[in-house]
């Protein structure tokens, strides 16, 4: 099966990640895949734009069914390979209400991380303003917070939502994200307790960003939150 | 069931809406619902925090579970209720896929509209630029554009993803927000048509925003996109 499966895909981005995760944890390994650079613009190449017209990564093609969203695509190789794997959907009313949740949730934590991380990249210089920065960094915090505060409540094991689960994929590697650049492991325990338990799980390891083993050293940019 | 389920909801909200048509395509009429205002700053009280710590709209129980992401919701009633009313997730791969695709991707859409449509609302005067609104203005024509691509290519029907499913669910409440914000229905013609189409289907219709209902007349700040 995965041998109709390709991924064009960016390294360090938690959307490529996602789907890379969820590939190794339904064991479709062995799926084609082409890493391209941002910092050249080739994610707006146009093998790119014919998968996928926003010029985003990831760009995933099963066969010629073709999904760019990340969300979108875990949730599909879930329900479409169920038995296979690990299962990542969990079945009880309560944890699947709580997988749900947080999978969604997940999706603000990464765009406030992009707000504070990205923001000299995404906002042109003359309309910066220092009052905006700190309002994005306040954000961010209380954001964190609250994760801080999830995981705190976390009866049933280390995970978000019960057992690994997409929660956990969606998630992850924003959190990962969050300390790679500078995040506060002193101030987060609860954050950095998790983050430490999953780097090591075989589907995270595996997918772990290229440049990031090559450079451990990370940034900086967080240390304050 | 429903009588289980209690909806606090904001109107004219998109992710409230997706909520209340999902209830009604699942036959769960009878939850306990309660308007709150968000002129009156009501999505900050106490009764909303208690649900939903980010302060929020929608904030929704379903006896002790708590959901207040509005995909995730839609989710997890389509799951917990697969057979009763309409079946929102396709079967096929093909279909599927272009499910949750649309349905992930119309969270950009919402994003981008919102970008416009209440850029004074959400950027502090002195950190307006006009400069920021003619870049979020042509983003979101860009946006809007695709979407006049998906329908024209909808080969099985004018639904997004074969028959009607949760991506209508999710994508429709931002289209008639559109339309109710001026665009045009020259400009966008296969739109226009999904939109005419799906305001009267009946989980749409009942759930229609009631100072839509009261005030037929919208605005015009999309007009020229």
């Not at 940034?219 to 939150?225: G, M, N, S, V």
């Amino acid at each position: 099966m995965a041998k109709l499966m390709s991924l064009l895909w960016g390294a360090g981005s938690p959307p490529c990640w996602r789907v890379m995760i969820t590939l190794e944890e339904k064991k479709l390994q062995g799926y084609k895949r082409k890493l391209l650079s941002f910092e050249k613009g080739e994610h707006k190449s146009q093998e790119v734009l014919e998968v996928n017209p926003r010029g985003q990564l990831p760009a995933f093609k099963h066969g010629d069914i073709i999904l760019n969203e990340s969300c979108a695509t875990c949730l599909y190789l879930e329900n479409q390979f169920k038995s296979q794997g690990i299962k990542l959907i969990p079945d009880s009313a309560e944890d699947q209400a709580v997988m749900y949740q947080r999978m969604m949730e997940g999706l603000a934590l990464t765009d406030k991380l992009n707000s504070v991380i990205y923001y000299d990249c995404s906002v042109p210089e003359e309309e910066r303003h220092d009052s905006a920065v700190k309002r994005n960094k306040e954000a961010l915090t209380a954001e964190l917070k609250l994760w801080e505060g999830y995981l705190e409540n976390v009866s049933a094991g280390s995970y978000l939502a019960g057992a690994f689960s997409l929660a956990d994929v969606i998630v992850f590697p924003s959190i990962a994200c969050a300390f790679r650049f500078g995040l506060s492991v002193g101030r987060y325990p609860k954050l950095a307790k998790y983050y430490s338990l999953l780097k090591n799980r075989a589907s995270i390891k595996t997918t772990w960003p290229p440049h990031w083993v090559a450079s451990p050293q990370g940034y900086d940019i967080l240390k304050d939150l």
